[in-house]
């Protein structure tokens, strides 16, 4: 009896440790729009090993889509521009950034019928763009630079999923929009401005609700994880994961390296500094944010200096091979 007693217990025992390090609950909800530099995170997703029992990806047709159900409480956390987490906070979402994904480096652009060779020629015209902070800001920054006022521009806000149907039915004469577009449409039109034109600027990160980061911490974890090591295969150009990407957002594998050439993606250790408690880096471009996003009328106050805004507590110790 005492024997059975023992085997009881350590049954007992190795249930409880065992719950310790299982995923309790509903997966993490976390949700990412088309934009090329978040694909490594959908790359993970895809890999035979991922457990989707412990993380759901929500794809979204937009920036917009993504910011509704994160402001909703529908997902968890999503892939969203720095700028776009700064104008939530100020409007009252709780959010905390755990990790940089990438610096846009001329994958969010300016485009124009060939017959428009200047930003001030844009005076008249009509310009499509998604109505998110992100488009706004780029639309500032064009508009200062061009010499004009928001007056003088015609708008058309449409979601980036219908981008290219704007262009090809002529219904604007300008577009703001990002990566990736079709191949025709690039090659017609004239980039008149990109995010090479304000470095350091355009940042992607991923946003976690700060109300929900204590129940989803395994997840948050578990997934960061699987995405480091998305990222360092795409980073070390793998055949494998460019070819794989490729497919992905269905376009040739000679473009969709010139695409991924337009912008940088964070690696684990990029991202241990940049979310470090000296993130000297990070308060530069939210100084830059600032003096373009006030003035704008996107942030109603700068944002309060410390607090939760970042954690680097989640990043992984170490990534597979």
Same mark, same amino acid.
């Given at each position: 009896? *005492? *024997?059975?007693?023992?085997?009881?217990?350590?049954?007992?025992?190795?249930?409880?440790?065992?719950?310790?390090?299982?995923?309790?609950?509903?997966?993490?909800?976390?949700?990412?729009?088309?934009?090329?530099?978040?694909?490594?995170?959908?790359?993970?997703?895809?890999?035979?090993?991922?457990?989707?029992?412990?993380?759901?990806?929500?794809?979204?047709?937009?920036?917009?889509?993504?910011?509704?159900?994160?402001?909703?409480?529908?997902?968890?956390?999503?892939?969203?521009?720095?700028?776009?987490?700064?104008?939530?906070?100020?409007?009252?979402?709780?959010?905390?950034?755990?990790?940089?994904?990438?610096?846009?480096?001329?994958? +969010?652009?300016?485009?124009?019928?060939?017959?428009?060779?200047?930003?001030?020629?844009?005076?008249?015209?009509?310009?499509?763009?998604?109505?998110?902070?992100?488009?706004?800001?780029?639309?500032?920054?064009?508009?200062?630079?061009?010499?004009?006022?928001?007056?003088?521009?015609?708008?058309?806000?449409?979601?980036?999923?219908?981008?290219?149907?704007?262009?090809?039915?002529? *219904?604007?004469?300008?577009?703001?929009?990002?990566?990736?577009?079709?191949?025709?449409?690039?090659?017609?039109?004239?980039?008149?401005?990109?995010?090479?034109?304000?470095?350091?600027?355009?940042?992607?990160?991923?946003?976690?609700?700060?109300?929900?980061?204590?129940?989803?911490?395994?997840?948050?974890?578990?997934?960061?994880?699987?995405?480091?090591?998305?990222?360092?295969?795409?980073?070390?150009?793998?055949?494998?994961?460019?070819?794989?990407?490729?497919?992905?957002? +269905?376009?040739?594998?000679?473009?969709?390296?010139?695409?991924?050439?337009?912008?940088?993606?964070?690696?684990?250790?990029?991202?241990?500094?940049?979310?470090?408690? +000296?993130?000297?880096?990070?308060?530069?471009?939210?100084?830059?944010?600032?003096?373009?996003?006030?003035?704008?009328?996107?942030?109603?106050?700068?944002?309060?200096?410390?607090?939760?805004?970042?954690? +680097?507590?989640?990043?992984?110790?170490?990534?597979?091979?």
């Amino acid at each position: 009896m *005492k *024997k059975l007693s023992l085997v009881l217990i350590i049954i007992c025992l190795g249930a409880v440790v065992a719950g310790c390090f299982s995923v309790p609950g509903a997966p993490m909800k976390v949700a990412l729009n088309p934009w090329i530099g978040y694909q490594a995170l959908t790359l993970a997703s895809r890999n035979v090993d991922f457990d989707a029992r412990q993380v759901e990806l929500i794809h979204t047709s937009s920036l917009s889509d993504s910011v509704r159900l994160l402001k909703s409480g529908e997902v968890d956390a999503a892939a969203l521009t720095y700028d776009e987490v700064l104008a939530l906070r100020d409007q009252g979402t709780p959010l905390t950034i755990v990790t940089v994904i990438d610096s846009s480096t001329g994958g +969010d652009l300016l485009l124009a019928r060939p017959e428009i060779t200047s930003l001030s020629a844009l005076e008249g015209k009509r310009i499509g763009l998604e109505n998110t902070v992100l488009g706004q800001l780029m639309l500032s920054e064009i508009l200062q630079r061009a010499g004009l006022r928001k007056d003088q521009v015609s708008l058309s806000y449409e979601i980036v999923s219908k981008h290219p149907d704007l262009w090809r039915q002529h *219904k604007v004469d300008a577009l703001i929009s990002y990566l990736p577009l079709p191949a025709e449409i690039l090659a017609e039109a004239n980039r008149l401005f990109d995010s090479a034109d304000i470095p350091n600027t355009i940042l992607d990160v991923l946003a976690v609700r700060s109300d929900r980061l204590d129940r989803i911490e395994p997840q948050l974890r578990y997934l960061l994880v699987q995405y480091f090591s998305s990222v360092k295969r795409l980073r070390s150009n793998s055949l494998d994961s460019l070819h794989r990407l490729a497919y992905l957002i +269905d376009k040739p594998i000679a473009e969709t390296v010139v695409m991924l050439q337009q912008l940088h993606l964070h690696s684990l250790q990029s991202n241990r500094r940049l979310l470090s408690a +000296d993130h000297s880096a990070l308060l530069e471009t939210q100084n830059k944010l600032t003096a373009i996003m006030l003035p704008a009328g996107l942030l109603k106050a700068p944002p309060a200096s410390g607090g939760d805004l970042t954690d +680097d507590a989640y990043l992984p110790q170490e990534t597979t091979p």
